[in-house]
């Protein structure tokens, strides 16, 4: 019954689809700007940033391409003011139409009955998931550097703690700027959904640093000296709304 239920909502949606008369396949471009959060995977601070960007795309053939843009993040790894300018090559999908979206929907199903089914009864969280899983237009992967400029100072806080003996000792917390040029390696994942020639994007997106520009300082358990760790992984998870040309 559930099955059904969700293949009749699903028809419903893709009878309108058709009256998108454009070429999905026929813009080579794409301009794009949303907001993100970032959250680092070294260091004991696991708060989440901000990231805004704007981003533009070319595609040379139907599949290759590559992205390039600007990125602001107002705080990173708790240092104020991070300015990067990523630059990728791209490997994408077509990007697909209505006509597709019987196959997509069937995959979904299926993809529901193997993870998930057996573990949810709540339909209309299915329901959401199964028009995300055979909606989406597009699929595409991306390799690229990100050099940018660190631009505010460090954040070193201070406390202070009664030791065994008695006196007063001082431990340190925060981040270190060790260094204001900045370039990472990155690796995302973008998935599109198509209305007419906008799209709603999200991208998940991996960056090794391989300068040496921030380093986590955290107290010791052993010894009243701080440990610096240099902060090398970051991961953005990042949305925005896209025009195609």
């Known amino acids: 019954m559930r099955r059904l239920l969700i293949v009749l909502v699903l028809l419903l949606v893709s009878v309108s689809l058709p009256a998108q008369r454009i070429d999905p396949n026929g813009f080579t471009r794409e301009l794009s700007a949303g907001t993100g959060i970032g959250a680092q995977m070294t ?12 981003n533009y795309s070319r595609y040379y053939s139907r599949h290759v391409g590559f992205r390039s843009g600007v990125q602001y993040m107002p705080s990173n790894f708790g240092v104020d003011d991070f300015l990067g300018f990523p630059l990728a090559m791209s490997l994408r ?3 697909f139409d209505y006509s597709n979206y019987g196959y997509g929907a069937m995959l979904a199903l299926d993809v529901l009955d193997a993870f998930i089914w057996n573990y949810s009864d709540d339909i209309f969280a299915d329901l959401f998931a199964i028009f995300l899983l055979s909606t989406i237009n597009r699929g595409e992967i991306f390799f690229g550097i990100t050099p940018g400029l660190v631009m505010g100072d460090s954040n070193i806080r201070q406390a202070y703690y009664l030791a065994p003996d008695g006196s007063v000792k001082t431990e340190y917390h925060g981040t270190k700027k060790a260094g204001s040029l900045y370039c990472s390696a990155d690796a995302g994942i973008n998935f599109s959904w198509r209305i007419w020639r906008f799209t709603l994007n999200l991208t998940p997106v991996f960056h090794w640093n391989f300068t040496d520009n921030y380093r986590i300082y955290s107290a010791n358990e052993d010894s009243v000296h701080p440990q610096d760790t240099p902060a090398r992984w970051f991961f953005n998870l990042n949305f925005g709304l896209g025009f195609l040309f």
């Open 93 to 95: 999908t077509g990007m």
């Open 43 to 54: 260091g004991n601070d696991n708060s989440p940033d901000v990231n805004i960007w704007l």
